[in-house]
C-alpha cells in the first residue's frame, strides 16, 4: 500500500462524517472496489448505529439506490464505526466529509462557513495518522480551506516517538446532488481532483477509474478545485432565481413559466436544466455556496461581485416570503386558526434531508400568524420535523394556536383542512384522490401548488379553488 509510496495500490480508505454525502460516497466507492477496505467514522452514535442497523429502511441516509448497495458491501469491505483512532491509523486516504454550516456568531457571520469541525478533523489526523497519508477534502468548503488543513497536518509530522508522518492534501469536492446520489456518484459529469502533489493525485484517480471514464477525471490546482465548487453551485442556484423570478412575472401577465421555461431551455446554449421554478432553492449547498463566494469577494474588496451574487439568495427569501403572503391573502387575509396542510417537508424529492428546505419557512411564517398545520411527508421524520419547528410547539390532543401535527397517512392530514400546500414534488402525490379529499376538506378549499405537479383541472372539478406557482390567468389582468 501506499504508506511505503512505492505504489498507487491502495487498501484501507476512511472517511470521516458518515453524512449524506460521506455515506452514499464511500457506499459507492466499496461496491466499485471491492479490494479496498472502506471505514466511515462518525462521532454520532445514534447516526452510526442507524448505519448498522439490521433493517436497512433505518439507514439515517434516504437515497434511491443506497441500501440496495449498502446490503451488498456492509460489513465485508464497507463499515461504520465510531472508531477514530483505528481508522485514521490505517489509512492510506481519508476523506474529509463534516459538516460545514454558516457561522452563526463571530467573524464572518451569516456568510463564511463556520470550519471548526474540519479543523478538529484535520487535528485528529495529525495526531493519529501514521506514515504518508492522503487527505482529501470533500466537503464544500470555502477556498483555500486547503491551506489551514495543511498547515495542521505539517505542525505535526513527527508523532510522540519521532515517526516521521507525511500528508498530501488534495481537494476532491463532490458534485453529487440529493436524491439522485447513487446515479450521480455513479455516472459523474466528471470528478474534479485538485492537488499539487502527481502521486496523490494519480493514486486516488486510479480508484474513481474503477468505474469512471478516465476523460471525466479532471486535475486542477487546489485552488481551482475549491473554487470550482463553489462557482458550479452558485450558477445552478442562479438558473433557479432566475426561472423563480420569472415565474411572479408570468403570474402577474397571464404567461405560464412551464411553457416559458420550456421554450427558453430549448435553446441549446440555455439548455434545459434547473429551470423549473418552484418555492426556492434549499439543501445544505446552494446558500452556503453562495454565502462563502460572497464572502469572498467582499474580502477582495469586490463589492460588485459579492453584489450580483447575493442576488441570488435574496430573489430566494423572496420567492418563499411571496407564497406565503398569497397564501394568506388568497384565504380572506387571515390564517388564525384555520387548518392548512403542507405536503413535503423535504427541500426536493426522494430525500428525507430538510437543511433549508422552503417548507420550513413556509411553515414559520404561517405559524407566527396563527394557522395550525398539519404536515406529512413520506420520508421525514416527526422528530426531524420537530427539530426544524422548534420554537413551536406541537399539540398532540388535537391543535391549539400557533401549533403542528405529523401526520403519517396522507389523507389523515388533509382532513378538515381549509387549505393545502404542497412544497415538496414527491411522486406519490401527484395520484391523490382529490374527490375524496374535496369531501373531507373545509371550504371554501384551496389547493396551492408550489411544484406544478397537481392536477388542476381535476382539483377544480371537485369543488376546490386551485393556484398554481408561475400559471398566470388573463382574468387576473383585468
Ligand atoms: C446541489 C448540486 O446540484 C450538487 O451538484 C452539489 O454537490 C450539492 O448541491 P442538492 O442541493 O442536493 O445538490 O440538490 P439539487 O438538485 O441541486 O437541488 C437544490 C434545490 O434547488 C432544491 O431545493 C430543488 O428543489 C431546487 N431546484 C432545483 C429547483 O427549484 N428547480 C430546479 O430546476 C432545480
Ligand atoms: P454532509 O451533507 O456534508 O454529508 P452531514 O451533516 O450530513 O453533512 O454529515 C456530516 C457528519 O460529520 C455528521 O454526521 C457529523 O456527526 C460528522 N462529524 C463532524 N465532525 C466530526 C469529527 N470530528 N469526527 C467524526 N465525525 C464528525
Not at 464544500?140 to 498547515?151: C, G, H, M, S, W
Not at 406541537?394 to 391549539?400: I, R
Request: aromatic share 8%.
Amino acid at each position: 500500500m501506499n504508506k511505503n509510496l512505492n505504489s498507487f495500490e491502495v487498501l484501507n480508505i476512511c472517511c470521516i462524517g458518515a453524512g449524506y454525502v460521506g455515506g452514499p460516497t464511500m457506499a459507492v466507492i466499496a461496491d466499485k472496489c471491492r479490494n479496498i477496505k472502506v471505514t466511515v467514522v462518525d462521532k454520532n452514535s445514534k447516526r452510526i448505529n442507524l448505519w448498522n442497523d439490521i433493517n436497512l429502511d433505518n439507514i439515517p441516509v434516504f437515497e434511491p439506490g443506497l441500501k440496495e448497495i449498502v446490503a451488498r458491501v456492509r460489513n465485508k469491505n464497507l463499515f461504520f464505526t465510531q472508531n477514530l483512532k483505528d481508522s485514521i491509523k490505517n489509512a492510506d486516504i481519508i476523506f474529509i466529509s463534516v459538516n460545514t454550516p454558516i457561522k452563526q456568531s463571530g467573524l464572518g457571520a451569516g456568510f463564511a462557513s463556520d470550519l471548526k469541525w474540519v479543523e478538529k478533523c484535520a487535528r485528529q489526523i495529525g495526531e493519529l495518522a501514521l506514515g504518508h497519508t492522503i487527505v482529501v477534502e470533500k466537503s464544500t468548503l470555502p477556498v483555500r480551506t486547503a491551506r489551514v488543513i495543511k498547515q495542521i497536518l505539517n505542525s505535526a509530522s513527527t508523532d510522540n516517538n519521532s515517526n516521521k508522518r507525511t500528508f498530501s492534501i488534495l481537494s476532491n469536492p463532490e458534485f453529487l446532488a440529493e436524491g439522485t446520489a447513487i446515479n450521480d456518484l455513479l455516472y459523474p459529469d466528471r470528478v474534479l481532483i485538485g492537488g499539487e502533489d502527481d502521486y496523490a493525485i494519480q493514486t486516488l484517480s486510479k480508484i474513481y477509474q474503477n468505474w469512471v471514464p478516465q476523460k471525466k477525471i479532471l486535475t486542477t490546482n487546489l485552488w481551482s478545485s475549491e473554487l470550482s465548487k463553489l462557482v458550479s453551485n452558485a450558477f445552478l442556484a442562479q438558473r433557479v432565481s432566475s426561472i423563480n423570478s420569472i415565474s411572479a412575472l408570468c403570474e402577474a401577465t397571464g404567461a405560464n413559466v412551464k411553457e416559458v421555461s420550456n421554450a427558453v431551455g430549448l435553446d441549446s446554449r440555455i439548455g434545459r436544466e434547473f429551470l423549473n421554478s418552484g418555492p426556492g432553492f434549499g439543501g445544505s449547498c446552494f446558500k452556503k455556496d453562495i454565502l462563502n463566494l460572497v464572502y469572498l469577494c467582499r474580502f477582495f474588496n469586490l463589492n460588485e461581485v459579492a453584489d450580483f451574487w447575493y442576488q441570488i439568495v435574496l430573489i430566494n427569501d423572496w420567492q418563499q416570503k411571496r407564497i406565503y403572503e398569497l397564501i394568506v391573502k388568497k384565504l380572506f387575509g387571515n390564517v388564525d386558526g384555520k387548518i392548512i396542510t403542507i405536503l413535503g417537508f423535504s427541500f426536493k424529492s426522494n430525500t428525507n434531508d430538510t437543511r433549508e428546505s422552503p417548507a420550513i419557512k413556509i411553515a414559520n411564517y404561517l405559524l407566527i400568524e396563527g394557522a395550525q398545520l398539519k404536515i406529512h411527508d413520506p420520508k421525514v421524520s416527526h422528530q426531524q420535523i420537530a427539530m426544524d419547528l422548534k420554537d413551536f410547539q406541537e399539540d398532540k390532543n388535537g391543535m391549539s394556536l400557533n401549533s403542528w401535527q405529523f401526520s403519517k397517512d396522507v389523507y389523515e392530514a388533509l382532513k378538515n383542512s381549509d387549505a393545502v400546500i404542497l412544497t415538496t414534488e414527491w411522486e406519490e402525490y401527484k395520484g391523490l384522490d382529490w374527490r375524496s379529499i374535496s369531501k373531507s376538506m373545509r371550504k371554501p378549499g384551496w389547493v396551492f401548488d408550489t411544484r406544478k405537479i397537481l392536477n388542476g383541472i381535476e382539483i377544480k372539478n371537485n369543488g376546490l379553488n386551485y393556484w398554481c406557482l408561475g400559471e398566470g390567468s388573463d382574468l387576473e389582468m383585468i
